[in-house]
């Protein structure tokens, strides 16, 4: 717009003035289409690229997920495989100790937990657990003079008695009450056990 052509028009040299002034000024808050075009390509590749790493960062959510699943397992499985050397190593000491059912007298205090292991998983102080255990339950336990058994009634002493303190079996002796009570009575009273019925 030129402001002669205004002029022409009948405008006076200062409105035309105005005129040129508020146009020239209204062009500027335009932008050129070439540099719309090169700003809106622009933003598309930003967009595309922000939609790609949504897309990565997905796939890095479940891969993250999957490696701590990993880890779970894993932290799982060793203190599994602990425990299973903490048994072995419990059971032994047990053995040691005169015990005839370790998975009883393991049982009979609560579990695994309810040992004291120390940094290597050997049990610490077996000896004060058992003691009062062979006070109660002497049957669980190997003779300490080694004298044997001797049934209540005399003779000679019967070659498994699942009742008696040098062999007591638990499982045994479940066996023998279902397939043969009589028997599984006598041996009870051999023992010096009584079963109620």
């Keep these: 717009m030129k402001k002669e052509d205004l002029i022409a028009k009948g405008l006076t040299d200062e409105q035309a003035q105005i005129a040129v002034d508020a146009w020239n000024e209204s062009i500027k808050a335009y932008v050129p289409k070439e540099r719309f075009d090169e700003v809106n390509g622009k933003m598309k590749e930003a967009n595309a690229t922000i939609d790609t790493l949504k897309k990565n960062n997905t796939d890095n959510e479940e891969l993250q ?19 299973t050397l903490k048994e072995y190593a419990l059971k032994d000491a047990l053995k040691e100790s005169g015990t005839v059912d370790t998975d009883y007298i393991i049982y009979k205090q609560g579990g695994l937990d309810k040992f004291t292991f120390d940094n290597d998983g050997k049990p610490v102080g077996i000896d004060d657990v058992l003691k ?14 080694g004298g044997g058994y001797r049934p209540a009634g005399g003779g000679n002493p019967a070659a498994n008695n699942p009742f008696a303190k040098e062999s007591f079996n638990l499982t045994e002796q479940g066996k023998l009450l279902r397939d043969n009570p009589t028997q599984a009575m006598a041996l009870a009273a051999a023992a010096g056990v009584t079963i109620n019925q």
């Design 65 to 83: 997920k999957q490696v701590k699943e990993y880890k779970d397992k894993v932290a799982d499985l060793e203190i599994k495989s602990a425990n």
């Design 132 to 145: 009062p255990l062979k006070e109660a339950y002497p049957h669980l336990f190997k003779a300490e003079n």
